[in-house]
């Protein structure tokens, strides 16, 4: 059975940092693209980040330059360091693996179509 379990959520004031992590079970994403979506209260899940099976890094705009996602493949975990958070950063963070191997560019890994396993969400609340 294939588990995505995210941890290191909790309640940080603004301009703080939190770090993410998503540890996967069941079988190897080495092959496939790794990505963070989050859902604020009353709004539909978005985009954050996603890293390719390559390693190359695609951000949402909202989050470029304070978020960086990264991988460890022997450990079949991905990361999330959020940097300079905001009070607009709150929300419940879903880590997700793509559905097939070897998928690359924005466009394609921004989508949540794109993923098939998801985590069951860590909740982050930034302060003002």
């Known amino acids: 059975q294939v588990q995505l379990v995210e941890s290191g959520g909790g309640l940080v004031q603004a301009g703080g940092s939190l770090r993410l992590s998503c540890a996967a079970s069941?079988?190897?994403?080495?092959?496939?693209?790794m990505g963070w979506f989050r859902q604020a209260p009353w709004k539909e899940r978005e985009f954050v980040a996603a890293?390719?099976?390559?390693?190359?890094?695609y951000y949402a705009d909202s989050v470029k330059g304070r978020f960086t996602i990264s991988r460890d493949n022997a450990k079949n975990t991905v990361y999330l360091q959020m940097d300079s958070l905001k009070p607009e950063d709150t929300a419940v963070y879903y880590c997700?693996?793509?559905?097939?191997?070897?998928?690359?560019?924005?466009?394609?890994?921004?989508?949540?179509?794109?993923?098939?396993?998801w985590g069951q969400g860590t909740q982050v609340t930034v302060s003002s």
């Open positions: 069941g079988r190897t994403f080495s092959t496939n693209a």
């Open positions: 997700t693996a793509d559905r097939a191997p070897f998928r690359i560019g924005f466009t394609a890994l921004r989508d949540q179509a794109a993923y098939f396993y």
């Open positions: 890293i390719s099976y390559t390693g190359t890094t």
